[in-house]
């Protein structure tokens, strides 16, 4: 499964090639940055973080084309807003840490080849 959409983002960086490996060099240093954030905050059981941390991250998605991970950021906000159990947080979290694994290994394939 392709979690990040090329041609989108070409598409939001103008198809400027240094713009773009700007942007992929920061978002591979920026975003495993923001999941330890997140997930210290699950760690520390700490729902306003958690809900904090997940809407910080969410619109980032969207530059990546990466519609799907944004939903479960949003999942993964509202349920800490909702104070749902942190099993259920934690079971999200989960879920959104190996797709986001996988992502970041796309876009580190994909700085390669820009």
């Known amino acids: 499964m392709n979690h990040i959409d090329i041609e989108l983002i070409r598409q939001n960086m103008f198809d400027n090639h240094e ?3 700007q942007f992929v060099s ?3 240093i920026q975003t495993p940055v923001d999941l330890d954030k997140l997930r ?3 760690a520390e059981g700490d729902l306003q973080k958690i809900g904090d941390t997940a ?3 969410k619109p980032t998605m969207d530059y990546i084309g990466a519609f799907h991970l944004k939903e479960k950021f949003e ?3 509202t349920n800490a807003k909702n104070e749902e159990s942190l099993e259920g ?3 999200t979290f989960d879920i959104i ?3 986001m694994k996988e992502l ?4 580190e394939q994909y700085e390669k080849t820009i």
């Open 89 to 91: 947080l934690q079971a």
């Open 104 to 107: 970041l290994f796309e876009l």
């Open 97 to 99: 840490d190996i797709e």
């Open 55 to 57: 809407h910080h991250i």
């Open 40 to 42: 210290q905050a699950l």
């Open 19 to 21: 713009l773009i490996k």
């Open 75 to 77: 999942e993964l906000e």
């Open 26 to 28: 920061m978002y591979l």
